[in-house]
């Protein structure tokens, strides 16, 4: 996976959005079309792709703000955990980001944890890791997981909203990335591209009194 060519970050927020696309079938997704829904539709069609899924690894405006513009553009379907699918449809002010939307389209297609989403020949299996959000979802694929909110450089999602929990988000990173091998890459949905390896010996969220947690 190319971080160049993969990765667009959208709005004035800079969440991450990925394509992610099968060479051989050209079938593709994009993971969280947080805005620009033209820009992201353009990126699409250099690639070559046809978007099979639209996933949304959770409901909050940075990172769906494009969605109806993309889902109106592909006719692809909307894949989101099955707890956090009924924001979708809220119209309401996000808390900390002062931003007000409509609802967006509704789901087609509603996860669990352990459901496996196949891209022509790639598999990604659903990890459920709520914390940041109820429904909060993260994609394990060969040697990667993405778009993992939850395990960005020296940082975590953020836990204040309505809904959030630091213990909950804790717990997800302990049992659903931390044991991970360390050459895994890391996709966050915000900033660069990171590992687990670093993310377990350097940030600080995931230190005890200076000890490595959750080798």
Not at 120 to 125: D, P, Q, T, W
């Amino acid at each position: 996976m190319s971080d160049d060519s993969a990765k667009m970050e959208l709005g004035s927020f800079g969440a991450n959005c990925y394509i992610v696309g099968d060479e051989a079938s050209k079938e593709g997704m994009i993971i969280d079309p947080g805005d620009e829904g033209a820009a992201v539709m353009k990126q699409v069609k250099a690639l070559g792709l046809k978007i099979k899924v639209i996933l949304l690894t959770h409901s909050h405006i940075d990172h769906i703000g494009g969605l109806e513009a993309v889902k109106k553009a592909t006719g692809a379907e909307i894949a989101i955990h099955e707890s956090e699918a009924p924001f979708l449809l809220e119209t309401t002010v996000d808390a900390g980001f002062h931003a007000a939307h409509a609802s967006a389209p509704p789901a087609d297609r509603l996860l669990k944890d352990s459901d496996v989403i196949t891209i022509g020949k790639l598999k990604f299996k659903v990890l459920h890791t709520p914390g940041h959000t109820i429904g909060g979802i993260c994609l394990l694929g060969d040697g990667i997981v993405l778009p993992a909110i939850r395990c960005s450089i020296n940082s975590i999602g953020r836990a204040d909203f309505p809904g959030s929990d630091y213990d909950q988000e804790m717990n997800s990173i302990r049992s659903k990335l931390m044991t991970l091998p360390d050459t895994t890459k890391v996709y966050p949905g915000h900033g660069p591209a990171t590992t687990i390896g670093i993310e377990r010996k350097g940030n600080p969220f995931h230190q005890r009194d200076g000890v490595v947690a959750y080798k």
